[in-house]
């Protein structure tokens, strides 16, 4: 069994579904029950024996960069790179291949949350290429649908219309993977919706035959998506 050590945390948009509240603040960095998403992330991370993270930044990179600085007052190493071109979460994995070398490596958007437990599937990495995590039963419209077989992804749908097919299972956003990804989103060409989709590089993965795993969050899991639910969030005791 391999340990993952690595962490990727995709960090870099404004988020204007936040509406004022991101003027100032690059998303992730927006507060939870007293705690920027991101520290939370971090934390939740650190708690499941990560040790070194890779920060994309973008928007007001300046407001992470100064919070987390070198990693040390949260018990890790970070680094950081900058996504210049937001062209899809397919490119942006390209810029941690210098970070994660040859090492399996944990990737998350930079405004899930999930209590620190949920991570520990993750990082247990054998006889796989990668790890997908999935809810059952949200709006697939909104994200997703993941298609399994005795717990192994056979197919993606990225935010299908209504006559899309469908799934009960939600794309969570939280995935590890082998630096086998980066041989496909090397061959990812633009989606219908005009960017590169990490999905599309995870739906090729499976069709080519690699083996791709779902896990399941039973926990509380949040996709601050935008203020209300935020708000949702904040108001929660």
């Known amino acids: 069994m391999s340990q993952v050590k690595k962490a990727v945390i995709l960090a870099a948009g404004r988020g204007t579904r936040m509406k004022e509240i ?3 603040l690059p998303k992730p960095m927006v507060k939870v029950k007293g705690m920027p998403i991101l520290e939370s992330i971090v934390r939740g991370l650190v708690f499941n024996g990560i040790t070194d993270f890779l920060i994309v930044v973008g928007w007001r990179k300046e407001v992470i960069t ?12 970070v680094e950081y790179v900058e996504q210049v071109v937001q062209d899809g979460t397919g490119r942006v994995v390209d810029l941690a291949r210098g970070f994660s070398g040859d090492d399996p490596f944990i990737l998350s958007y930079g405004d899930i949350l999930v209590p620190a437990e949920s991570y520990a599937p993750l990082v247990n990495f054998t006889n796989v290429e990668g790890k997908l995590t999935v809810k059952i039963d949200e709006d ?4 997703g649908a993941v298609f399994i077989v005795d717990g192994m992804v056979t197919d993606l749908i990225e935010k299908g219309g209504d006559d899309a097919p469908t ?20 061959k990812l060409e633009l989606s219908p919706r005009g960017e590169y989709e990490l999905t599309d590089a995870i739906k090729a993965q499976v069709q080519d035959g690699l083996p791709i795993a779902a896990v ?4 509380e899991w949040a996709d601050v998506r935008d203020s209300k639910v935020l708000d949702e969030l904040n108001s929660q005791g």
Request: glycine fraction near 14%.
């Open 66 to 77: 100064d919070y987390f600085g070198d990693g040390s007052d949260f018990g890790c190493r």
């Open 167 to 186: 799934s009960p299972y939600y794309n969570a956003g939280i995935y590890s993977f082998s630096p086998k990804i980066y041989d496909y989103t090397a």
């Open 22 to 24: 991101t003027d100032e």
């Open 216 to 219: 399941e969050l039973d926990g």
């Open 140 to 143: 697939v419209r909104k994200g």
